[in-house]
T-cell receptor
Framework: RKEVEQDPGPFNVPEGATVAFNCTYS??????FFWYRQDCRKEPKLLMS?????NEDGRFTAQLNRASQYISLLIRDSKLSDSATYLC?????????????WGLGTSLAVNP | DVKVTQSSRYLVKRTGEKVFLECVQD?????MFWYRQDPGLGLRLIYF???????EKGDIPEGYSVSREKKERFSLILESASTNQTSMYLC??????????FGPGTRLTVT
């Protein structure tokens, strides 16, 4: 089992739709989680950090389910500009570990 | 805002050349990272550093070396470039165990 797994998609949705992505992780000791977005041929940019059960920022909501070892990202009222690849990222344990484990990403296309 | 800069956006080198990629961050972060990203393979960690003059191998260090002489600067060196090192190279920095911030990337082509 991969350390971080995501459905690669692509997810094709119309403008205004609600779309959700899931990400599963294998290390139950993982402490912190992140969602990044990456536009084509650009660097990843932090979208949200998830340190407890969840986080909300405008149209974006991230939720953490420790029992089932997954995190989700919900995007409401999708915009054309939301088209990107969304990367799920996990810090596998606490302490001094500085490395992050990156998923391969989920591709989203929002269509007019 | 955190700013991470990389020395070149695009680079074309010949097989066997020595290649230097430089990364500078302005947020006094102690951790710096070098990744490469290839289609279908995602981000793969080459090396990282958690302090000046300290370095640790990532998942794919073969063919690469790094240098960190100053806190704000982290260099990636390809001692003898090969065609399989054609890739997008991304530098990142972080503080503690928190989120990483990326530079714009260097797209390296080795011919």
């Amino acid at each position: 089992r991969k350390e971080v797994e995501q459905d690669p998609g692509p997810f094709n949705v119309p403008e205004g739709a609600t779309v959700a992505f899931n990400c599963t992780y294998s290390n139950s000791a993982s402490q912190s989680f992140f969602w990044y977005r990456q536009d084509c041929r650009k660097e990843p940019k932090l979208l949200m950090s998830v340190y407890s059960s969840g986080n909300e920022d405008g149209r974006f909501t991230a939720q953490l389910n420790r029992a089932s070892q997954y995190i989700s990202l919900l995007i409401r009222d999708s915009k054309l500009s939301d088209s990107a690849t969304y990367l799920c990222v996990v810090n596998p344990n606490a302490g001094n570990n500085r490395k992050l484990i990156w998923g391969l990403g989920t591709s989203l296309a929002v269509n007019p | 805002d955190v700013k991470v800069t990389q020395s070149s956006r695009y680079l074309v080198k010949r097989t066997g050349e020595k290649v230097f990629l430089e990364c500078v961050q302005d947020m006094d972060h102690e951790n710096m990272f070098w990744y490469r990203q290839d289609p279908g393979l995602g981000l793969r960690l080459i090396y990282f550093s958690y302090d000046v003059k300290m370095k640790e191998k990532g998942d794919i260090p073969e063919g690469y070396s790094v240098s960190r002489e100053k806190k704000e600067r982290f260099s990636l060196i390809l001692e003898s470039a090969s065609t399989n090192q054609t890739s997008m190279y991304l530098c990142a920095s972080s503080s503690g165990v928190h989120e990483q911030y990326f530079g714009p990337g260097t797209r390296l082509t080795v011919t």
